[in-house]
């Protein structure tokens, strides 16, 4: 579904992803891990459109996606959970989530979307009209993951969802991660948190200075003791 | 008793027409931090077509309010006009540029249509006809007119419109959104560029509007008109807390307010050492104050920083 090669991304002259290749097949969760500044979020940022790439191509269901207009994106099918959470502080968490339909205009529809949201994260029902500035890490990380599916995307990327959130907040998060993916949802998860990422995921990616190290299947990358010494902290 | 009744008033009247120019300001600086400093010019564009369209059909027998919303439906396009090509020329080119540059350029484009009308309109005052009816009406002792109070009216219905627009529309919330964090509106889809030329030409249409009755309530308009107006509804929209709608609303009235008190009072005062020609002076002074004590504005909050 989701096809990289040859990934190049370059803040001036500093090379952060050289030359990458991977893909993500159709209803699958694959996750993406390394250490901080492995290159892991240049990698998603330019998949998203967020950062231009210097070189390479990415494809998306046969298309070329590597130079789309950034508002487009979404409409591919595309739907990026960023890195800090990124919602909007001083809109409600129901206009946030209506933000992520913002493509879509089938009121009654979105209106059920919201719904299954809540359904999803409680929490977020209780605080439906509420700034989202106003709630904590961990609700704000499960409102930027519902305004992501509120666009019905055909795929997600996570980009590290446990980052700064306590524990149970981070179990919570990864339960709905783990059934919107049961549900079929193609899911790349970057993380820096190998252990978790790779228990959730089919495949895995490691990368290391901008390059893909290791792939495998996410069992066999959780038994690699090059991975258990480095990631897993054995 | 009834001189504080007839200047609150006028201040309020004043204030009205403040606030819609404030709008500009503030709803420009909301979405993309930049003091629009041309803002001022495409309200003395509005004042100067309307005027020239009411003079044109001044005799032509039709109702004033009809010449006059003539004379608006004229202006409002060439405003609107005027916004979408100076985003477009003048600021797109330079989004990623630092702040200072669009700063100069608004400045630049302030001058350029300064002179643009002084070519068009020539260097002279231009009286507004008397199409509009002068009723006058009593109220605690104090009189206000047919237009002063069609001017607070439909500032305030143009008000309430836009906040509206801005709180319960989709365009109001991917302004919104466009406002907070531009990178992750585009993720959701949001064309930004698309926002930010509607925000300009929403601001635009205010400002016809302002310029309609600027000119409708002093019976006059020229070609500098804007500078002086611009810096005056830029200090209110600082003093509501520029970036902040309701701020600018308040501030455009709040200052509206001193100014006519000010000008009202400040010769009994000073036992006439200082004449209302001070008036100018007073939006000024409380810039400074603002800027001094409480630079965030009224309403406005410190801006966190972005995650």
């Known amino acids: 579904m989701l096809e990289v090669t040859g990934l190049r991304v370059a803040y001036g002259g500093i090379q952060a992803v050289r030359g990458i290749n ?10 993406l891990i390394g250490a901080n500044g492995a290159g892991k979020t240049s990698t998603l940022k330019a998949l998203a459109r967020l950062l231009d790439a210097a070189g390479g191509s990415v494809r998306f269901r046969g298309k070329e ?3 789309l207009v950034p ?18 502080p001083r809109m409600t968490i129901v206009e946030n989530l209506q ?3 913002y493509c879509r205009s089938d009121q009654a529809e979105i209106e059920a979307d919201i719904e299954r949201m809540f359904s999803y994260f409680p929490r977020l029902k209780e605080r439906a009209r509420q700034l989202a500035g106003t709630m904590s890490g961990g609700e704000q990380q499960m409102l930027a993951i519902g305004r992501a599916l509120m666009s019905r995307p055909k795929m997600l990327l996570l980009d590290e969802p446990s980052m700064g959130l306590a524990p149970i907040m981070v179990q919570k998060i990864f339960e709905v991660i783990r059934i919107v993916a049961s549900e079929g949802m193609t899911t790349l998860l970057v993380e820096q948190n190998a252990k978790l990422a790779l228990e959730t995921s089919q495949r895995g990616y490691v990368m290391e200075s901008g390059e893909i190290t290791l792939s495998g299947e996410a069992s066999a990358l959780l038994a690699d003791p090059k991975v258990r010494a480095a990631y897993l902290g054995e | 008793m009834d001189i504080f009744i007839q200047q609150v008033i006028n201040g309020l009247v004043l204030g009205s027409i403040y606030a819609l120019v404030a709008l ?17 010019e495409v309200v003395m564009i509005g004042a100067m077509v309307a005027l020239t369209v ?19 439906g004229a202006a409002l396009p060439v405003c609107m006009g005027t916004g979408f090509a100076i985003e477009r020329i003048a600021y797109r080119p330079l989004r990623r540029a630092p702040k200072l540059a669009p700063l100069i350029t608004a400045i630049g484009v302030s001058i350029v249509l300064q002179n643009l009308a002084m070519l068009i309109w ?4 231009h009286a507004f006809p008397p199409i509009l009816p002068t009723s006058e009406h009593e109220i605690f002792g104090a009189t206000i007119t047919g237009l002063q109070i069609a001017i607070i009216v439909i500032a305030a219905l143009m008000m309430a419109g836009l906040i509206l627009l801005v709180q319960r529309t989709k365009l109001g919330r991917a302004m919104r959104a466009t406002a907070e964090n531009p990178p992750i509106a585009q993720l959701m889809g949001v064309d930004i560029n698309r926002v930010i030329s509607l925000t300009f030409v929403i601001g635009s249409a205010l400002a016809a509007v302002a310029g309609l009755m600027v000119s409708a309530n002093y019976s006059i308009a020229h070609y500098y008109m804007g500078f002086i107006l611009g810096l005056k509804a830029f200090t209110a929209a600082v003093l509501g807390g520029i970036g902040n709608i309701a701020g600018a609303m308040l501030g455009g009235i709040l200052l509206g307010l001193i100014e006519s008190l000010g ?3 400040i010769g009994d005062l000073t036992g006439g050492f200082l004449g209302s020609h001070y008036q100018d002076v007073f939006a000024f002074f409380v810039l400074i104050c603002v800027l001094v004590f409480r630079p965030s504005g009224l309403v406005g909050e410190k801006v966190a920083e972005r995650a």
Request: charged share 10%; aromatic share 10%; net charge negative.
């Open chain 2, 54 to 72: 009411i003079s044109m059909l001044s005799d032509s027998g039709l109702p004033g309010i009809v010449i006059a919303l003539i004379g608006l």
């Open chain 1, 22 to 31: 991977f893909h993500v097949a159709e209803g699958e969760m694959v996750a």
């Open chain 1, 71 to 88: 508002h487009e994106l979404v409409t591919q099918g595309i739907a990026l959970v960023p890195e800090g959470r990124g919602v909007f």
């Open chain 1, 99 to 101: 933000m992520g339909a």
């Open chain 1, 65 to 67: 996606i590597t130079n």
């Open chain 2, 122 to 125: 020539g260097r002279n005052y």
């Open chain 2, 24 to 40: 500009g300001y503030t709803m420009v600086y909301g979405i993309m931090g930049l003091i629009n400093f041309a803002h001022g």
């Open chain 2, 263 to 265: 000008a009202g009072y």
